[in-house]
């Protein structure tokens, strides 16, 4: 009996033995498929400032706005923008599309609103594979032209649709991003945008982040307070 009950001991010893093992190997294998995982979704993360200057058919400057985008190595990215308000204010609106917390997020400067939509897996599938497009893939024509700008390969595309002429130097490693570009209209007014700034670094994660001042609303409370402080002006 008591032979019986130091077998059953040790036995019992082993099998826990047993188990802590295949309970380790199995969070070391998780480890490996995980960070394999993450490894194959990896982006190049960069910050970027870019400037677009607007110009009549006689060459006159008329305008200038600018633009920050900022990418995160799992490939969430902001977007921040000027924009000039019906009343001629001028503030940051914004677009957040953050795959980590599966958010993505409209900044509305004028009402100090937000609109969150949360994303599904297809989703967070769809925005990871708009950073992997080949930018020939996009509309206009690879002209066969290559060069580094800011240290970065970029390549040259032309786009002629629906009458206007878009020449751009686009970057494939940082998702298609524009690094120099000429729109031209048909009335011969004309855009140039050129990145000021690309560093290509980690983006402060607060960048992600919905600003303290600005207030949750749905998609008809935002647009109807708006409206109230346009005078029924349309967002």
């Not at 509309?139 to 878009?166: C, H, L, P, Q, W």
């Amino acid at each position: 009996m008591f032979l019986s009950v130091g077998i059953d001991k040790r036995l019992a010893g082993w099998n826990a033995m047993l188990l802590s093992i295949m309970v380790a190997i199995g969070f070391v294998v998780l480890a490996q498929v995980e960070h394999a995982q993450t490894a194959a979704t990896d982006f190049i993360p960069f910050l970027s400032n870019s400037v677009t200057n607007r110009f009549d058919r006689s060459g006159v400057q008329k305008s200038v706005s600018h633009v920050m985008i900022a990418r995160r190595r799992d490939g969430s990215k902001v977007r921040l923008y000027d924009s000039e308000s019906p009343a001629g204010e001028m503030a940051q609106a914004g677009n957040i599309w953050d795959l980590r917390t599966r958010r993505e997020v409209t900044l509305e400067p004028f009402t100090k609103s937000s609109m969150t939509f949360y994303l599904s897996d297809k989703r967070v599938e769809f925005y990871r594979k708009r950073e992997s497009l080949e930018c020939v893939d996009l509309a206009g024509t690879a002209e066969g032209s290559t060069k580094r700008m800011m240290g970065v390969d970029v390549i040259r595309i032309v786009d002629n649709s629906a009458g206007f002429k878009i020449d751009s130097w686009v970057a494939p490693s940082l998702g298609c991003l524009i690094l120099q570009e000429t729109a031209i209209h048909p009335s011969g007014s004309r855009n140039e945008t050129v990145v000021t700034q690309l560093n290509l670094v980690h983006p402060p994660d607060a960048l992600f982040d919905t600003p303290l001042d600005f207030t949750e609303r749905p998609p008809q409370e935002m647009e109807n307070l708006y409206r109230q402080e346009f005078g029924g002006k349309k967002l």
